[in-house]
């Protein structure tokens, strides 16, 4: 006979309330306050699962968090891969079947209970509800200081004193710097993730029985002792009719008088203090004889179904372990506890720190010629004969020897099998006992899916904030396709009439060059400079001059990294002495703020000038084309749009349909451009209006084409943080004869000066219907040689120019500006396109359509 | 503030949303921000906090500390030239910055007690009444959106940016959903 | 999640703050009189001791300011903050 249910105990179960659930196919039924390893006992469940690598039958080890042994896969009324039964409330309609080894993911994937993210701050946290905090928590309460206490399983040990807030079911998985604590609370409906910062923190998490090795020990009906009066006490379960007790010191005595209590017989109790040890098991699937053996030598055996086996008890000093926290071999108690390291903020008491266990026998397995069934780690399957031969391959250190076993890495990390094994790999080497102590645990303290971890942060909308412009909601009714340009969701194409991509883009380019386009330009970041050294610090940061732009001007410049290599990209708009608006590249917005500030307050605290981020007060509807200026008029302005009186890199205040407008001629398509400056709150409206006027709208597609045709770069596409302006052939943008600025001693180095470095060239496929795919390297030849193949750079823009009729690239080239009317190969997928090397600015490279 | 037909403010069309979790949408507040060395602050036109994190309001101006030479000015729809106008005058011999920046951010009301509970899911500050009490307000994240809260007797006011709008109330729709009611 | 003390807000968590590395390098006076060498080191070059170390922090999250901090590379914890105006605590 196995466990089955009792009248005595049960002081967490409710009888009057029955709950039905399912286990390998079979209906069982258990009480409100079961775990499901109680219940599965209580049903007479002997194997629960095989083990994960010799498949041999396993079932209930003990009562907790350190079970090792019997873990199943849960379906319904939640998923959850693999979990240990002791870990499992029952709950009506719960689905389990055994699971060795590894956890397995459904294909489809299921859905899981909703979790929140909590942040709480607290005076005191207490992990547990053992002993040993109740003064310093009553004091802490009479001060009026807020205490938080998370205990793992459903009910508190203690009464709790009023004041404190009590959380159960929730587990502190890990302690991190400065007493911030993650806790997972798990409830019916959802789970919180709670994030607390706590001023102190008390570990009162007990300690955890651990086992004695023996032969066959693995074999259902061996069970810690403490975890069989649990049972008894806790669930009214009785585990087995006759159990022998195998112990090194007192704590099995009250495990005796539980069971007799509960009406089972106690056959022998082998005391190894006293010279008996259990030598073995015997039975089909469960317990069934008992070998022991004595001081002398003899052997007896006796018929039991249950064996209760107390070891010793380890402090469970994970939490304060991972932290940083050290063990010291304690000999009495014959287990490690907690040291005088470890954070300030960190106090263990109780059985956690090693306060109130009984002295114990130091006795790790019971001696025997075979040691391949003296099992150490159940769940990784090794025995204690794994360990000695690891031990005698030449490994010592017991961190060396878990990556050789696996011991400890599983999902119980080593609670009952870390102190064996250390004390086993001591005694091999002949060491004292103590001289190494076990592994360290790592948070998660227990298992937690990563749903508990993702929390809200998931899904379309809320994995990464999508952030969109003021003009958004016309996008979206006009159909747009958009595309992730960092955080923020913009328009790559507007297809009509069920265009696909390259037709969309087709239409929108022509559009732009032969009529009139518009383009939604919002989300450049925009920066206002304003101060009298404001052009003084703008010269430093960028490298052209931008002290002499006039005010009513605008001029298009690079910013470096103190390495000379081009950071980001821009215009400056003078609005006045002291006042300049600054675009920066839509992503390089908070990092062009943040390196404005960083030289200015750590570097030239000195200058008298401030910066304050605009770029969201703006909205930028970016009107081109030849027909723009009419577009502009038809919208009704005060503003003179004729060249003359607003030239290009030029720009005016004025009313724009009927809105305050700064209208500016800056042209990233080389076409006529007015690009409108409203504040956001008109930008749908003036929006609207020039697509009303006619304008065509066209997404980042046609503005990336529309941009290589003149040869401009984008950086980040272009570049990649080891590109210099003359590169680029932009040695124009530095000013020779300014001042210091932010990367011009870098430009010096023998480095950029080298002759074969990597310039901006064109590519134009000798086939002009050809393709080239963007990232291609280019080769010398058409044929690819053996490898290593020479790189003479790479493709980093490619398109298809409606205006040219064909297909074009830009590239990265050495030497490329000496190559123009030369040919190269861009190699990819296997194949090579031959392509003439040209000037990086295909189309109109005299610039005369931009006044229209 | 007189309409002006021609200006949309972000989350208008939200608002029974928002008031699901007990939120509020303040379309087209004024808010300027100022730069200026602390040590002129006295010459405002109002009291300028000079404590960290913490703000002044009479109801008809706000000045909100973001920083030891950075200030926040609220005032009523429509009042921005006005807010502008003073501080140019106030400080017109000092180095100083004065930007309006109304569209720059979007202002939220959250009422209720039930806000704390809601907020504390979001926000890593320590919310408890007995340090966030009416005068403070700080810079901070909710979720991943840089915001600005500043409490007020009642209620807690959010200032988020435009483009985070959608974000943060599809965030807090999220919470308030899996947590229960905020309450009015 | 480090608590770090910014010197105007008090003590926030890690995650409104971005490290900007050593403290202390100036910018040289004079770049161009620098050889490529000692002007590598000063862009590339830095300390790493085990123990008090004394770096930059910027608050981006809050106040956006940056100050100075004394920390302990092998412990995590922060043994101080500063303004950049104020000298470091002995």
Redesign the interface.
């Known amino acids: 006979m196995t466990g089955r249910r009792v009248d005595v105990g049960g002081a967490w179960i409710d009888r009057s309330r029955p709950i039905g659930f399912t286990f390998e196919g079979r209906e069982l039924t258990g009480f409100e306050g079961d775990t499901l390893a109680s219940a599965l006992l209580a049903n007479g469940v002997d194997v629960v699962c095989r083990s994960p690598i010799l498949g041999r039958p396993r079932g209930i080890v003990s009562a907790g968090v350190e079970e090792s042994s019997a873990f199943v896969q849960l379906s319904e009324p939640w998923f959850e891969p693999i979990v240990a039964v002791t870990m499992v409330n029952l709950v009506d309609g719960l689905v389990a079947t055994g699971r060795p080894g590894v956890g397995v993911l459904p294909i489809d994937p299921l859905p899981t209970k909703p979790t929140v993210h909590r942040h709480a701050h607290v005076e005191f946290l207490v992990v547990g509800s053992g002993e040993g905090w109740h003064p310093t928590v009553g004091e802490a309460v009479q001060r009026g200081d807020r205490v938080l206490l998370v205990e793992r399983e459903p009910r508190f040990a203690a009464a709790s004193p009023d004041g404190v807030t009590v959380l159960t079911n929730a587990t502190a998985l890990g302690l991190y710097d400065d007493g911030y604590a993650v806790v997972d609370e798990r409830g019916p409906e959802r789970d919180t993730l709670w994030h607390v910062r706590a001023g102190r923190v008390i570990l009162a998490t007990g300690a955890h029985e651990r086992p004695i090795a023996f032969a066959d020990d693995d074999r259902p009906g061996v069970m810690l002792a403490g975890a069989v009066a649990r049972y008894i006490r806790d669930f009214g379960v009785l585990p087995g009719q006759r159990a022998v007790i195998f112990t090194t010191n007192d704590s099995t005595r009250e495990v005796a008088q539980t069971l007799t209590d509960a009406g089972a017989e106690i056959p022998f109790v082998a005391d190894v203090r006293l010279g008996w040890a259990v030598a073995g098991t015997e039975g089909e699937t469960h317990v069934e004889v008992v070998h022991l053996v004595g001081p002398q030598g003899e052997r007896r055996a006796v018929e039991a179904d249950l064996v209760a086996v107390s070891g010793g008890c380890n402090p469970a000093a994970q939490l304060f372990r991972a932290i940083g926290g050290g063990l010291r071999y304690d000999e009495p108690l014959a287990t490690y506890v907690p040291d005088e390291s470890g954070p300030d903020w960190l106090e263990v008491v109780g059985a956690a720190a090693g306060i109130g266990l009984p002295p114990c026998a130091a006795y790790w397995y019971t001696p025997a010629e075979d040691l391949s069934t003296h099992f150490v780690d159940l769940q990784r399957d090794q025995t204690v004969q794994d360990v000695l031969d690891a031990v005698g391959r030449g490994l010592r250190s017991v961190e060396h020897v878990k990556r050789a076993t696996y011991i400890g890495t599983a999902i119980d990390q080593g609670r009952t099998s870390g102190v064996l094994t250390a004390e086993i790999v001591n005694a091999a080497l002949g060491w004292e006992l103590g001289a190494q102590g076990p592994t360290n645990a790592r948070p998660p303290y227990v298992p937690v899916p990563f749903s508990v971890l993702a929390g809200m942060d998931r899904g379309p909308t809320l994995l990464d904030p999508k952030r969109t412009t003021p003009i958004h909601a016309a996008h979206v009714e006009r159909g747009a396709v958009f595309e992730n340009v960092g955080q923020w969701l913009r328009p790559r194409y507007f297809p009509e009439f069920e265009e696909d991509m390259e037709s969309a883009v087709a239409r929108e380019c022509l559009a732009l060059r032969t009529a009139a386009g518009v383009l939604d330009a919002s989300t450049l970041g925009k920066i206002e400079v304003v101060g009298p050294d404001a052009a003084v610090f703008l010269d430093r940061m960028y490298t052209n001059r931008m002290s002499n732009l006039a005010v009513g001007s605008i001029r298009y410049g690079f910013m470096l990294g103190l390495d000379g290599m081009v950071f980001d990209d821009g215009v400056a708009m003078r609005l006045a002495d002291d006042r300049y608006l600054v675009t920066t590249t839509t992503g390089g917005a908070a990092a062009v703020l943040d390196r404005f500030e960083e030289w200015l307050q750590t570097e030239w605290p000195e200058l008298r000038v401030f910066c304050t981020s605009v770029t969201e007060q703006w909205a930028v509807v970016a009107v081109g084309g030849p027909g723009a200026r009419d577009i502009v008029a038809s919208l009704g302005t005060d503003v003179d749009l004729a060249a003359e009186a607003l030239p290009w890199m030029t720009w005016r205040a004025g009313t724009v349909a009927g809105v305050p407008c700064r209208v500016c001629r800056v042209s990233f398509h080389g076409e006529l451009s007015y690009e409108l400056h409203v504040s956001s709150w008109h930008g749908r409206h003036v929006w609207d209006a020039v697509v009303a006027a006619g304008a065509v709208p066209y997404g980042t597609e046609a503005m990336h084409v529309l941009r290589a045709e003149k040869g401009y770069v984008i950086v980040g596409q272009e570049t990649d943080g080891t590109v210099t302006p003359d590169d680029l052939g932009m040695g124009w943008i530095v000013n020779p004869a300014k001042g210091d600025f932010v990367g011009k001693r870098s430009l010096v180095r023998t480095d950029p000066l080298r002759m074969d470095r990597k310039q901006l060239v064109a590519l134009l496929p000798h086939d002009p219907a050809a393709l080239v795919v963007e990232g291609a390297q280019l080769v010398g030849s058409a044929d690819l040689p053996k490898p290593p193949v020479p790189m003479l750079g790479h493709v980093t823009s490619s398109y298809r120019s409606t205006i040219l009729g064909r297909t074009f690239a830009l590239a990265m080239l050495k030497d490329g500006r000496a190559m123009h009317g030369g040919t190269v190969w861009a190699a990819s997928n296997g194949a090579t396109i031959a392509c003439e090397v040209a000037s990086a600015v295909v189309y109109d490279a005299e610039d005369r359509r931009r006044d229209g | 503030m007189t309409a002006?037909v021609?200006?949309?403010?972000?989350l208008a069309?939200r608002v029974a949303e928002l008031a699901t979790i007990g939120g509020e949408l303040v379309p087209?507040l004024a808010q300027v921000?100022l730069?200026v060395d602390p040590a002129y602050a006295g010459l405002a036109p109002y009291p300028l906090p000079l404590e960290?994190?913490t703000a002044v309001d009479d109801g008809r101006r706000a000045a909100l500390w973001?920083?030891?030479?950075?200030w926040l000015i609220l005032g009523p729809p429509g009042g921005e030239a006005e807010i502008v106008g003073e501080l140019e005058g106030a400080f017109a011999s000092i180095?100083?910055?004065?930007?309006?920046?109304?569209?720059?951010?979007v202002a939220i009301e959250l009422n209720g007690p039930g806000r704390f509970d809601l907020l504390?899911?979001l926000?890593?500050?320590?919310l408890?009444p007995r340090v966030w009490t009416a005068r403070r307000c700080?810079?901070?994240?909710l979720?991943?959106?840089?915001v600005i809260l500043q409490e007020r007797t009642d209620a807690t006011g959010i200032l988020v940016?435009?483009?985070?709008t959608?974000?943060l109330v599809?965030?807090l729709l999220?919470?308030h959903g899996?947590?229960g009611g905020v309450g009015a | 999640m480090l608590l770090v003390r910014c010197p105007w807000c008090g003590t926030r968590d890690e995650i409104e703050f971005r490290y900007g590395g050593q403290a202390g390098l100036t910018y040289p006076v004079d770049p161009e009189e620098l050889s490529d060498e000692e002007w590598a080191d000063y862009l590339f070059m830095r300390d790493n001791p085990k123990g008090p170390f004394r770096e930059r922090w910027f608050h981006t999250a809050g106040c956006r300011r940056w100050f100075n901090a004394i920390r302990d590379t092998a412990t995590h914890r922060f043994v101080a903050t500063y303004r950049l105006d104020e000298e470091p605590p002995t």
């Open positions: 002006d021609r200006a949309r403010s972000p069309d087209f921000d730069r960290p994190d973001l920083g030891p030479d950075e180095d100083r910055s004065v930007v309006d920046v109304s569209a720059n951010r504390a899911h926000c890593p500050l320590d408890d700080a810079q901070t994240l979720g991943r959106a840089q940016r435009p483009s985070f959608d974000y599809d965030l999220a919470v899996a947590v």
